[in-house]
């Protein structure tokens, strides 16, 4: 994820084109996840050596979207430079919480981190049918042109015709921001063991916004709206 502190171009780009990814975009799909995640704070966590880090992601990425292929879609915006991993609601639950396949190369994070991260996020996922946001992601010079936006726009139009939820988790509060503005709302943190929280956020099917609520999803307790930054969309 790039530097959500440095300034947002002037004016939003046009609505972009989005495709959806097939195998032949994996790796196109995995550089993008690179470019924008390399020093969030979740991939630090996983792979804390700053000189193993930009060798391992790659792959790491290539791994995750590969798996995501078997299993949901991966959007991409026509000139590359965002890019969305989702699981829709049909997947089995048990393997819709494979954020970090099990090794990415020799050394590149310590022995457990993506196991751990696999049992926390599967004890707090949602049980009832939901499209599951995985990653999402912005290449660094293209972030607050709302590109996220148009990639959220598209899953939850889907999500509301169906009249299912979504779920995603970020990995910094300042990403939240984008989500509020699209309905979500922020659920209790996930701490990762000596590392940072993820926040994970639902959002209720617009026609039934009103009546449905996950029983395991409290009510946020918080209305801060802040800056924008594409989540770890995990």
Same mark, same amino acid.
């Given at each position: 994820?790039?530097?959500?502190?440095? $300034?947002?171009?002037?004016?939003?780009? #046009?609505? *972009?084109?989005? /495709?959806? &990814?097939?195998?032949?975009?994996?790796?196109? @799909?995995?550089?993008?996840?690179?470019?924008?995640?390399?020093?969030?704070?979740?991939t630090r966590w996983v792979f804390p050596d700053d000189?193993?880090?930009?060798?391992?992601?790659?792959?790491?990425?290539?791994?995750?979207?590969?798996?995501?292929?078997?299993?949901?879609?991966?959007?991409?915006?026509?000139?590359?430079?965002?890019?969305?991993?989702?699981?829709?609601?049909?997947?089995?639950?048990?393997?819709?919480?494979?954020?970090? $396949?099990?090794?990415?190369?020799?050394? #590149?994070? *310590?022995?457990? /981190?993506? &196991?751990?991260?696999?049992?926390?996020?599967? @004890?707090?996922?949602?049980?009832?049918?939901?499209?599951?946001?995985?990653?999402?992601?912005?290449?660094?010079?293209?972030?607050?042109?709302?590109l996220c936006s148009a990639l959220l726009h598209r899953?939850?139009?889907?999500?509301?015709?169906?009249?299912?939820?979504?779920?995603?988790?970020?990995?910094?509060?300042?990403?939240?921001?984008?989500?509020?503005?699209?309905?979500?709302?922020?659920?209790?943190?996930?701490?990762?063991p000596d590392g940072p929280a993820l926040h994970p956020?639902?959002?209720?099917?617009? /026609?039934? &916004?009103?009546?449905?609520?996950?029983?395991? @999803?409290?009510?946020?307790?918080?209305?801060?709206?802040?800056?924008?930054?594409?989540?770890?969309?995990?």
């Amino acid at each position: 994820m790039s530097d959500p502190s440095s $300034p947002p171009p002037p004016a939003l780009v #046009a609505t *972009p084109r989005i /495709r959806i &990814a097939t195998r032949d975009d994996i790796g196109t @799909a995995a550089a993008v996840l690179t470019d924008a995640l390399i020093d969030d704070p979740v991939t630090r966590w996983v792979f804390p050596d700053d000189r193993d880090r930009p060798l391992a992601l790659p792959e790491f990425f290539r791994e995750v979207v590969s798996e995501t292929l078997s299993r949901g879609e991966v959007h991409l915006t026509e000139e590359d430079d965002a890019v969305v991993l989702l699981t829709p609601p049909t997947t089995d639950l048990h393997r819709r919480t494979g954020h970090a $396949p099990g090794a990415a190369g020799p050394g #590149a994070h *310590p022995a457990g /981190r993506p &196991a751990q991260i696999e049992r926390l996020l599967h @004890a707090h996922h949602p049980r009832e049918r939901h499209y599951y946001v995985q990653f999402q992601a912005v290449l660094p010079g293209r972030q607050g042109q709302g590109l996220c936006s148009a990639l959220l726009h598209r899953i939850l139009a889907r999500a509301d015709a169906e009249g299912v939820g979504a779920y995603i988790e970020c990995s910094t509060p300042r990403s939240l921001a984008l989500l509020l503005r699209h309905g979500f709302r922020e659920l209790p943190p996930i701490q990762l063991p000596d590392g940072p929280a993820l926040h994970p956020a639902w959002r209720d099917p617009r /026609r039934a &916004a009103a009546h449905r609520r996950p029983a395991h @999803a409290p009510r946020s307790t918080t209305g801060r709206h802040r800056r924008e930054a594409p989540p770890w969309t995990h």
